[in-house]
């Protein structure tokens, strides 16, 4: 802006000298896209024989002859990119000087996505490009949550209204589960969001599946493989968790105890559940360790009575599952004694154990030995039959099996075997080395088949209390003992034993 020496009407002369040079003119520029008004000030300028025009629609130039002032005023900018208009000043009086400034005005700044607003990353993580349409250059801002800023960082912008590249760069997940974060990108008052979302593949396996320790138990550790969080059940209390060890890597150690086995059985099995802490969708992840905890040696029953002089061989109660060399001891000979076969025998009434012990001393077992004098048996021995029949056509075959037992308050006594007869014939006999009946167990014959019953019975064998005797049984469900006497032969000879 300037000011203007001299005012009023100066008439057509060749001696007239435009004044338009003379002006102080200046660029308007207007900052922002939106509308707006500007002013010139051209002090005590006689601006009546000046005409003022714009190149450009949206721009707007006229004169207020009363202040001497030339108001610009423009349209909002809805366009991405800065523009320029040209105003020019004639003389209408000589007709041939001009004079030109510009007005500019600011572009409308805008940030959009181009496509899609959400993005998948890889649970191993990587880049992410982000397609934007822009004209602000890099003077945007990315605005990361708190939360994600451990796993999502800004790794470049790129120049280019022009497509440009947001990098990103994501982590690799770690955090046992699938992720998500809302990225803004922000300029003044523009802000665009997006999502990105990261997979998470879950590793989980053990490197068994199952496992086997002998009775003596012992720690034991399981490599788990596994990015996600796994917890550890145990279905029995003999096998306990005793800790972890982490590898890295998505690898740790589990340690777990099992407890020493102590019950008369081959082996017991105990799953351990190896589970994740998170559900992954509906799925649970799930793998199971099968613990098989074993016995080398073992005796079947943890008492055994016997009437004094009774026999017993041990061996047809024990489990050697590696045919282990063994060594037998009583402690107490006075009551129980036993050779290197684990054959025992009841000397006196009383209590003792026998324990046998394989050779290298790793694995051993007892049961004791209860001593009693002679008890009449009629008070403690049970039969029962097992009868059926199977009708074809014309034909009945009958099934007939025997079931022997003792009361609980009743001796041990050995089996020798049984005949089954009917009507006086006998149809089957079966013999053993010696079968333990203790209190309150049982033992059953093998069925028969009859095509007509016939006054049936069987004749159990057994000794007792250096006896031998034969409990009959018979059709009418009545109970006869008879000992077994020796032959006079027989007799005469362990006699002469006696003597010598």
Known sequence: MFAVVGTGFISCSEDYESRLPELLLKNVSFSTSESGLDSILLRNEDLTFYDIKSDQDWCHPRFDLKKSMIFISVYANKTYDDRTATITLSDIKDGKTTRTFTVSQA????????????????????????????????????????????????????????????????????????????????????????KIMQKFDPVFSLDVNSISIDENGGIFDILVNANITVDVYPEDDWVQKVGNEDLGEDQFVQKLEVLKFDKKIKERKCNVLFESAEKFGNTELRQYLTVTQYRHLFINKDTIQMTVGDSLDLDEHLFNKDKLV???????????????????????????????????????????????????????????????????????????????????????????????????????????????????????????????????????????????????????????????????????????????
């Open 107 to 194: 572009q409308m700044d805008w940030v959009e996505l181009k496509g899609v607003n959400t993005f998948e990353a890889e649970m191993k993580g990587g880049t992410i490009e982000v397609p934007l349409r822009t004209n602000i250059g890099e003077r945007y801002t990315v605005e990361i949550p708190s939360v994600a800023s451990s796993w999502i960082s800004v790794v470049s912008k790129t120049r280019g209204l022009e497509d440009r590249t947001l990098t990103l760069n994501v982590a690799k997940n770690n955090s046992g589960n699938v992720r998500d974060a809302i990225i803004s990108v922000v300029y003044n008052d523009i802000t665009v969001k997006f």
């Open 326 to 500: 063994l060594t037998w001891k009583s402690s107490d000979n006075d009551v129980v004694t036993v050779d290197a076969q684990g054959r025992i025998k009841a000397v006196a009434e009383g209590k003792a154990n026998v324990t046998v012990t394989s050779q290298d001393g790793k694995h051993t077992d007892y049961v004791q030995i209860i001593v009693e004098k002679p008890k009449d048996l009629t008070k403690f021995l049970t039969c029962e039959w097992d009868t059926g029949k199977d009708i074809t056509g014309k034909d009945t075959i009958y099934t007939v099996g025997c079931t022997i037992s003792m009361d609980a308050d009743g001796p041990g006594i050995v089996l020798k075997g049984y005949t089954f007869y009917n009507d006086n014939v006998a149809q089957k006999t079966v013999e053993w080395d010696g079968k333990y009946l203790g209190p309150n167990s049982s033992v059953s014959s093998a069925d028969v088949q009859l095509k007509k019953q016939k006054n049936y019975y069987i004749d159990w064998k057994y000794t007792y209390a250096m006896g031998e005797y034969t409990l009959r049984y018979s059709m009418d469900k009545k109970v006869t003992i008879t000992k077994n006497e020796k032959p006079a032969a027989t007799r005469r000879n362990a006699a002469r034993s006696r003597r010598r």
